[in-house]
């Protein structure tokens, strides 16, 4: 394979057919822009599943004469049935997760930037690369299509805790739609590790002359974390679906206890337990927060410190707390069983491992507060997204300190103050970094500008918007209310929320529609955008070194060479305020001599062994 | 070419004197040497990364067999006679993929076909005994479902057997590659993974077998 593929890198100027060149691509900026945009199709639907359990929670018993129509079976009368209820909310929280946020943003951004910032050609196995994006479409199609079978979608939370997944007959959406949402997320699950292990290999194996591991951009690192973190903790879930599958089809007993009746009938399974599909869930499930959150941490220091014009503070900090949340992240998976009967000294070690969390967090956030430290800020709708997203980390996360403690979170526990938590700190920062990152590194996609207008407008709303639906479910919670409950009037203490519901609802709307500028302003730029230059941002990093949109094979004849950090921001005595990472630095470059340093560079790789 | 630039970088001394080009980078021609070391290829890193994935699956099997084998229900199941059998081929499997790769270092690609030819064989001859051993169990009344050691028998040995079918297209791939090259090197660029992951195939097998029926 390894032979076969620089084969073809050597010779890379060939015409393709449409087919091969914008379908099944084996290059990694179009797989990249492959997976971006299907994540932004699926973010679409996952969104507009979360304005429907928006109307139901802030309208209880509201008429949905419209989605009647497209989810007949999901409505009865004009009224939202529960079991409906609970599929949009485990659709919703499996689609935002893994569909949306990991695909876009370590199949998205990684695939388009590691070859282009580590100064390579292509992915180390570009047909593994395709073969990764080719799992996800029908992924897509199996969960999608659960919603049209008998039963409906499954509804056992994103979680998917048995016995309610392992059972076929405990609620509607335990039949076959249980069983296609953990076959579409096997698939996924198969696209990630290929995904991984391909950037894993890529990085360490085919960074350009004189990128050294320690001047890799923060990007590359944070993405390099992430596919470590993917590799060591998705197959833990693909055992656990495998198992889960077995439970429901083929008659085992890994997760269902013995003695149960359900509708009347004995269970004829005994003695599994279902915990430990807990831990085993929450062993991928932690550090998958991490893998959503990382990629845009990576990002969020490219762009701060490009648009503050100023190098990023603590470089080897930024790093090593990168490596500091990924090995924490596989250490703290019980903070979120702490009612699950766990031995209280258990929960306190869990505790604490989760504190040690802040530490290298409150270091990324010092960092990246003084990059922005009297820099010469640039507010591009970047800027506004990474400021933003270090705004939303800091508000989601300090509640993730008070969720650590397990006297708290016992209290705490599935109520609206988790899902206030993790939507703040996991899905708005990691949207706002997802954000962020296209709209820098769109001109570098498409050869276009965005428009900066719509860019800061949609910043705008959504950044008071995001605030608005989110930080009122902490009191909604605190005040009791449970997660996933399908409306406030069941219960006479939570019908006071009802007009904190209705806010939160009418503030969700608020937030959708705005993202619709976003989605008008992402096309009509792809296509009638202004032209953009090769290096629209002033930025140090390889890929502006690149055209815009770079060519197939990203460097023409010869690889850039590499000379310096990805940092050189307003160094003292040089005219410009950015020195870009292929500017020599020393007058070492010219003692080799231009004629061998070209003739170095001009060798095809795959020649030199 | 262009004036050299001051720059602002933080870093440990560099690993050469201030006379010689840009150091830095692992890859190939990035260590900024004349003469680049050759560093593992990316099949060998790809290997060693999907052996640890492969490793972590297993774990978390193997987490779940020892938690599930606290809880109530644990039977023991009979220990089919022919997973000797099966076990043997496997170590002569592996035995004979290094025979190949020894032919192969000596520039005997003949030789190094049969040898893989043989592994492969071999190989077959694994999957047909642990086909055989779960026909034994069959025949003794011991199905998936019947207790949870049965079914932790038939995941593990079924997961393991789907590692091993990817095991035997590498094989094949390797065969086929040695017999289209003229080239030793090449040969053994394509072995070698392949020889890792063979090899790692059959210690996962001796640990599963260690696991199921003597832990």
Redesign the interface.
Known sequence: MAVTHEVAHAEHEHPQSFWKKYIFSQDHKIIGIQYLMTSLFMALIGGFMAMLIRMQLGFPGLKFYWAQWLFPGGFSGDQMKPDFYLAMVTMHGTIMVFFVLTTALSGGFGNFLIPLQIGARDMAFPWLNMMSYWLYPPAILILLGSFFVTGGAASAGWTAYPPLSALRNAVPGSQLGQTLWLLSLALLIVAFLFGSLNYITTILNLRTRGMSMTRLPLTIWALFMTAILMLLSFPVLLAAAIMLLFDRHLGTSFFVPGGLIVGGVPVSHTGGDPILWQHLFWFLGHPEVYVLILPPMGIVSEVLSTNGRKPIFGYFFMIGSIAAIAILSFLVWGHHMFTSGMDPLLGTAFMTTTLIIAVPSAIKTFNWLATLWRAKIRFTSATLFAVGFVSLFVSGGLTGIFLASPAIDIHLQDTFFVVGHFHLVMAAAALFGLFAGAYHWFPKMFGRMMNERLGKIHFWITFVAIYATFFPMYFAGTAGMMRRIFSTQQYQFLQPLAGLNAFISIAAFGLGVAQLIFAYNFLYSAFRGPKADANPWQANTLEWQAPSPPPHGNWGATLPVVHRWPYDYSVPGVEEDYVPQTSPERAADTVLGADEAASLQAKPRGEET | ??A????????PAPPRG???????????????E?Q?V??????K??VW??V???I??????T??YL??RA????TEIPLPSVLWLSTGVLAVSSGALEWARHQGRRGRLAAMRRGLSATLVLGVGFLAAQVVAWRQLVSAGVY??TN?HS?FFY?LTG?HGLHLLGGLAALSYTGWHVYRTRDTA?AL??ADPTATYWHFLGILWLYLFVLLFWV
């Open positions: 070419m262009a050299p630039v001051p720059t602002i970088e933080k870093r201030p006379e010689g080009p840009p150091e830095g980078g692992r890859g190939r021609g990035g260590d900024g004349v680049p050759t560093p593992a290829t990316p099949a890193v790809f990364l999907f640890g994935t492969v972590v699956l297993f774990a978390a099997f987490a779940s938690a599930r809880q109530s229900g644990w998936l479902s949870p079914s995941l997961a090449q660029a394509t």
